[in-house]
């Protein structure tokens, strides 16, 4: 299994309170991503990082914020948590392939067990 | 854009008897697809992708899926299900660039003794 960690894999929350969320790989892969899973939606890309300082939006990322400040971690932060935000969040990493970052890389994707977040 | 829809939200199906799960795509391009499975309470595993070449492709725990341009799908198959095989499936085509995937909704597998 690939080594993925999410801390905290279970929180709850109020309304209005920030809240991070931190991915931690032990594989060295260069590309790490932040999942949201709702019923009904399957799985959305929040944002995601392809190297060290760089990050990019993703297809839901309004409310949330990233960093990456090594290779190994990439932290989610929720800056003023809403209830919209409870989620199962699953990070992800990869690999680019082919020698050439950034292109259409085939590389799958690896799941961390996911961090499971209730904002009351 | 890209998307994915995987019309069957649940499925039921009995212990030995054969399953398909569907899953239609929109892409410009030559789509880079995969088959996701998520046991409750886990992360996914790949199942299987599809890059180029026999549109047939085999993957992990006896399943398969095929390829077909011209109904923009990739249908997931199982000649003999089995109790472990229940869980949510996850259909997903490539999105660009840095292994972005864009997934579809899932579908949940009940199986039946």
């Known amino acids: 299994d690939a080594g993925i960690t999410q801390s905290p894999r279970h929180k709850v929350t109020e309304t209005g309170t920030p809240v991070t969320l931190r991915c931690h790989q032990t594989e060295n892969h260069r590309y790490m991503y932040w999942y949201r899973q709702d019923p009904g939606h399957g799985l959305r890309l929040i944002h995601y990082s392809y190297g060290v300082k760089d990050t990019d939006k993703g297809e839901v990322s309004d409310g949330y914020s990233v960093s990456r400040s090594k290779t190994e971690d990439f932290l989610l932060t929720l800056e003023s948590a809403t209830s919209s935000q409870t989620s199962v969040y699953f990070c992800?990493?990869?690999?680019?392939?082919?020698?050439?970052?950034?292109?259409?890389?085939?590389?799958?994707?690896?799941f961390g067990e996911g961090s499971r977040l209730t904002v009351l | 854009a890209q998307s994915v829809t995987q019309p069957d939200i649940h499925i039921t199906v009995s212990e030995g008897a054969s399953l398909e799960l569907r899953c239609n795509y929109s892409y410009g391009a030559t789509p880079y697809l995969f088959w996701y499975v998520q046991s409750p309470g886990q992360g996914l595993q790949l199942l299987l992708k599809?890059?180029?070449?026999?549109?047939l492709v085999q993957g992990i725990k006896g399943f398969e899926a095929e390829f077909k341009r011209s109904q923009s799908s990739f249908n997931l198959r199982k000649p003999s299900v089995h109790w472990s095989d229940a869980a949510e499936y996850f259909c997903a085509v490539h999105g660009g660039g840095y292994n972005k995937l864009i997934f579809g909704a899932g579908t949940r597998l009940a199986v039946h003794p």
């Open positions: 599809y890059f180029s070449g026999d549109t």
């Open positions: 992800a990493i990869s690999e680019s392939r082919g020698g050439i970052p950034g292109l259409a890389n085939t590389g799958e994707l690896f």
